[in-house]
């Protein structure tokens, strides 16, 4: 039979291991009356008998429970426990956290006006391989204190910097997405409406470096020059009617904001995508501007290598923009596949890999 003894002045696992296997051959052999004078509750470590001894629990909600400092410290925090709860690998998480939790957020627009819009919320900290976890909540607490001011990078990381304290963790990450509106003009007919543009903002700190970065999925048509050229070669040659292909097309820029004490606005970053590519989708159409959309795009026809390197000549040429990517997908209208292109500046994006359903999701619904 296994033996503990009880002087030893350091306990190890294996000492509590062998109390316990002789407690259990002890409560095997004797009475309910022994068993209850040592301590009721050392029949529940016999196999089969775990809830023996239990007490009635009260089942109504005790609505006049009130919660002290007494009770909060006695309530268990297996989250934050010891190193010794750890399962699996002692490994340092590069991110661990919570997302899409959903607030309010007021924003600033260029012309100086502010609107509100829900934003989902991701925020993420490292974790050292000797922690046991973190509490995920104070995530939302930290980031709650900032909510009502109007949102800005600088807002960001302030939140950042508190919920990096609060989790004395060395990494740290907010990703804020939302849908921005921006009112848009028709083509000819003088009519207007709002498109709207997902907007991701991101702050990153690794190992002491920040970085702020802008994610922005912008929605054009995109008619194949090959299709256009073969299109009026048919109308010349043999006099036959047809027409070029075209299709829905989503590029995801993402860039990295320089230091700069004039902000890049949101406004700006759509503003760099529309003069690079120019067939953006319209919201108001009237036969004016159907016909002027088909003329549109009879004069920028682009394959998808094309509305790569366009959209890069824009951010390159931004000086308030550091390192950036492009990601482009033409949803085609021909095949039964989408052609896509990846171009990146800079290390920030560089990857060898990229997530299997990336591309999936540069998919946008009218």
């Known amino acids: 039979m296994d033996t503990f003894n009880p002087d030893k002045t350091a306990i190890s696992r294996e000492d509590a291991e062998a109390a316990l296997k002789l407690l259990q051959n002890w409560a095997a052999e004797a009475t309910v009356t022994e068993v209850a004078e040592l301590h009721p509750s050392v029949s529940r470590l016999l ?78 900290v490292s974790l050292e391989a000797g922690r046991k976890g973190i509490n995920m909540s104070r995530i939302m607490r930290t980031f709650y204190t900032h909510s009502k001011k109007t949102f800005s990078f600088d807002v960001i990381q302030d939140a950042l910097a508190d919920y990096k304290t609060d989790h004395d963790t060395f990494d740290a990450r907010i990703q804020m997405r939302f849908s921005f509106p921006m009112e848009v003009m028709s083509l000819r007919s003088g009519l207007s409406g709002y498109q709207y543009y ?37 109308r010349q040659v043999r006099g036959q009617l047809a027409t070029p292909h075209s299709q829905r097309s989503v590029a995801r820029v993402s860039a990295v904001m320089k230091p700069s004490e004039d902000r890049l606005w949101f406004e700006d970053l759509i503003d760099i995508c529309r003069a690079s590519v120019a067939t953006e989708t319209q919201v108001m159409v009237k036969r004016e501007d159907e016909q002027a959309f088909a003329e549109l795009n009879a004069a920028n026809p682009i394959f998808v290598e094309d509305a790569a390197r366009l959209f890069a000549e824009g951010l390159q040429n931004e000086e308030r923009i550091g390192d950036f990517r492009v990601i482009a997908s033409h949803q ?35």
């Not at 297996?78 to 699996?88: A, D, M, R, T, V």
């Not at 999925?217 to 256009?228: E, F, G, K």
């Open 47 to 124: 196999p089969g008998n775990e809830v023996a001894n239990y007490p009635a629990l009260a089942r109504a909600y005790p609505e006049e429970f009130t919660v002290d400092e007494a009770y909060k410290a006695s309530l268990p925090d297996l989250q934050n426990g010891p190193e010794s709860l750890i399962k699996g690998a002692k490994r340092n998480i590069q991110h661990v956290g919570i997302s899409n939790f959903r607030l309010p957020i007021r924003f600033h627009r260029r012309d100086g006006s502010d609107l509100t819009l829900e934003a989902s919320i991701t925020g993420t």
């Open 198 to 234: 997902d907007v991701a903002l991101e702050l990153t700190e690794t190992a002491g470096e920040k970085k702020r970065i802008i994610h922005l999925d912008y929605v054009y048509s995109s008619t194949c020059p090959c299709s256009l050229e073969l299109s009026e070669h048919a």
């Open 332 to 366: 085609e209208s021909l095949h039964s596949h989408d052609a896509v292109s990846v171009l990146t500046e800079g290390d920030t994006f560089l990857s060898e890999s990229f997530d299997p359903k990336l591309f999936s999701t540069l998919f946008h619904v009218g």
